[in-house]
């Protein structure tokens, strides 16, 4: 059962029991982003982010044949589908300094970003992010926003269902 937001500041969880539940968000998200929009997975090696970050840019029309990895070593990738996407990894980075050299700030003016291990970086990235928080144990993903903007995303993205629930 899907229940609206309490106070717009709230979170979202969504069981991952399986990878079609992975999928299913993916497709859910796809459904609510838009062009600026940033969103910031985080979770543990293996939870699952680069996984969620293809199902959602399949859903948004980026074709089989394209390969979506983790650009944990080219830093950025870019795809075409239904929006224009930067998906990005910064795990290697070490600090905000470094940041500013891939373009992802801007990138935001006319692109989707997607960026792994970003949570330190979310106001070097202009702030107002979709935060994933993904869990291995049990399997689950937290979502919450850091902005107005963002906070619309995640009322949206509640509204959508999944069996997603309000968290505290």
């Known amino acids: 059962m899907t229940r609206a937001l309490a106070g717009g500041g709230g979170a979202v969880e969504v069981p991952l029991p399986t990878r079609r539940a992975t999928r299913e ?6 459904r609510v982003l838009r062009p600026g929009d940033l969103v910031v997975m985080s979770g ?6 680069t996984f969620l970050t293809r199902a959602t840019c399949r859903a948004l029309g980026v074709p089989a044949r394209v ?3 983790s650009p944990t070593f080219t830093l950025v990738q870019e795809h075409a589908g239904a929006l224009a996407i930067a998906h990005a990894d910064l795990y290697r980075l070490s600090g905000p300094a470094e940041l500013r050299h891939l373009g992802l700030r801007e990138a935001r003016d006319s692109r989707l970003v997607i960026v792994e291990w970003g949570e330190p970086y979310v106001e070097a990235l202009g702030g107002d992010a979709v935060l994933v928080r993904l869990e291995a144990h049990p399997r689950r993903a937290t979502v919450s926003a850091t902005g107005r903007g963002a906070e619309a995303t995640v009322t949206a993205l509640a509204a959508l269902g999944l069996g997603v629930e309000p968290s505290r």
Do not use: Q
Request: proline fraction near 7%.
């Open 44 to 49: 543990a090696l293996g939870a699952g982010k």
């Open 67 to 69: 390969p979506i990895t």
């Open 25 to 30: 968000l993916g497709r859910a998200l796809a």
